[in-house]
Nanobody
Framework: QVQLVESGGGLVQPGGSLRLSCAAS????????MGWFRQAPGKDRELVSI????????YYTDSVKGRFTISRDNVKNMGYLQMNSLKPEDTAVYYC???????????????WGQGTQVTVSS
């Protein structure tokens, strides 16, 4: 059974940091591209960052460039999103997803986690 489980969310003050983790099971994650998405209240789910199957290629949406870092450990079947200099507008439910296609389109992802809440507030 394929499963993705996110963790690491929480409440943090502006300027703070969080590290999200995504634990994959039930498949060989090294053959899949991975993405992190987020959905803020009242907004559509949007792409945050992607990393290809090897970890050698990454992409960040403009609003998080220089603040977020995506990574993965294919031996441990884990994905990570290090988030620094957090802003209130980063508040959202964050989802990890994997897919053989990957890319910037959500349709490129076959499996999704349940999400973890990130709240940035003073």
């Amino acid at each position: 059974q394929v499963q993705l489980v996110e963790s690491g969310g929480g409440l943090v003050q502006p300027g703070g940091s969080l590290r999200l983790s995504c634990a994959a099971s039930g498949f060989t994650s090294s053959t899949y591209n991975m993405g992190w998405f987020r959905q803020a209240p009242g907004k559509d789910r949007e792409l945050v960052s992607i990393i290809n199957w090897s970890g050698r290629s990454t992409y960040y949406t403009d609003s998080v460039k220089g603040r977020f870092t995506i990574s993965r450990d294919n031996v441990k079947n884990m994905g990570y999103l290090q988030m620094n200099s957090l802003k209130p507008e980063d508040t959202a439910v964050y989802y990890c997803a994997v897919g053989r296609t990957g890319g910037i389109m959500q349709s490129g992802y076959d499996y999704w986690g349940q999400g973890t809440q990130v709240t940035v507030s003073s």
